[in-house]
C-alpha cells in the first residue's frame, strides 16, 4: 500500500496519522503535553535545585533547567515526530489556504503588542544572561507551539476535510487549553483562566498570520518574540498581561483585550477551506 506525502513522491504507508481526524489531533496534542511534562519532572528531579520555585526567572541556571531546556527538547522532538509521518514539507512549506486582507489586522494587533510589551520593560531589573535565555526560550516556545498547534492540528484538521473556521477555532481552542497545565507549576487558577482566554485570542491571531503571509515562519517568530517580551515586561512567567497600568503597559494590556475581542470576530469573517485557497 502506497501513499502521496508533501513532495508528490509514492511512499510506503506510514500508519497511524494517514487518515487525520479531530481525535487525532487532539491526541498529538495531549501525547505532546504529557511528554513535555515528563521531561519536566525528570529534568526537576536531577537539576531541581538550581531552580528557584518562587521566581523561576531569577536565575540563568533558573530559567534553563526549569523552563528552557524542557521546552528545547519537546521542539525537537516535536520535529522529529513531524518528520517520521511526512509532514515537514506541507507544516513549513507554502500555505495552501490563502488569507484575505482584513485578516492583517491579527498579525498587527500581535505586532503592537510585542511594541508596547517592548517599551514597557525595565532592562536595567534583567542581566545579560536573563535577558539572552529568555529570548532563547522563546525561540523554543514559538517553535514548539506553532508546530503543534498552527502546523500538525491545522494540517490533520484540514486533512480531515473541515472548513477553516473549524480549524481556526478547534486549533486555537487547543492551543488554549495547552496552557491549563501551568496550574501544575502552581499558577494562580485566575492567571491561568486569563491566560487560556488571552491564548485562544492570540492563536486565532497566529492562524490568521499565517494565511496572510502564506507561512508558519511568520507565526513562529511573532510567537517567538511575544513570550519573552511579555515576561521581560509583566516581571515574571506566572503574571497576567492585564494586570500591568500606565503608558506602554496600558496600552499592551488594552491590545490583549482587543486582541481577544477580534478573536470572537473572526471567527464570524473566516471562510474557505483546503480546496479553495482563495477563499476567505
Known sequence: MTQR???GRVTPRRGFFDRPTTGKAALVIVAYLAYYLLVSLAIG??????????????????????????????????LGFTASIGR????FGRQTVAGRPWMWIGPALAITAIVAHSAAIGW??????????????????GLAEELATRGLVVQ???GA????????????????LMHVTNVLSGMKVSTVFLTVVYT???????????????????????????????????????????????????LAAAVTILMIVFS?????????????????
Open 45 to 78: 528531579a536531577v537539576f531541581g535545585d538550581e531552580v528557584d520555585k518562587d521566581n523561576v526567572l531569577a536565575t540563568g541556571a533558573g530559567i534553563f533547567f526549569g523552563l528552557v531546556l524542557p521546552i528545547a527538547i519537546g521542539a525537537v522532538t516535536l
Open 161 to 176: 476535510g473541515h472548513p477553516e473556521r473549524f480549524v481556526m477555532v478547534v486549533s486555537s481552542l487547543m492551543f488554549a
Open 200 to 250: 485562544f485570542g492570540f492563536g486565532v491571531c497566529m492562524y490568521l498570520t499565517m494565511r496572510v503571509t502564506g507561512t508558519i515562519w511568520a507565526a513562529i517568530v511573532l510567537h517567538a518574540l511575544t513570550d519573552p517580551t511579555t515576561f521581560l515586561a509583566s516581571g515574571g512567567v506566572d503574571e497576567a498581561v492585564t494586570n500591568r497600568t500606565g503608558g506602554w503597559s496600558a
Open 5 to 7: 506525502v508533501d513532495d
Open 264 to 280: 470572537l470576530v473572526a471567527v464570524f469573517l473566516v471562510r474557505g477551506n483546503r480546496r479553495a485557497p482563495v477563499g476567505g
Open 156 to 158: 490533520m484538521l484540514r
Open 124 to 141: 536595567s531589573d534583567w542581566g545579560p544572561e536573563q535577558i539572552l535565555l529568555i529570548a532563547l526560550l522563546g525561540v523554543f516556545v
Open 88 to 91: 515537514l514539507r506541507s507544516v
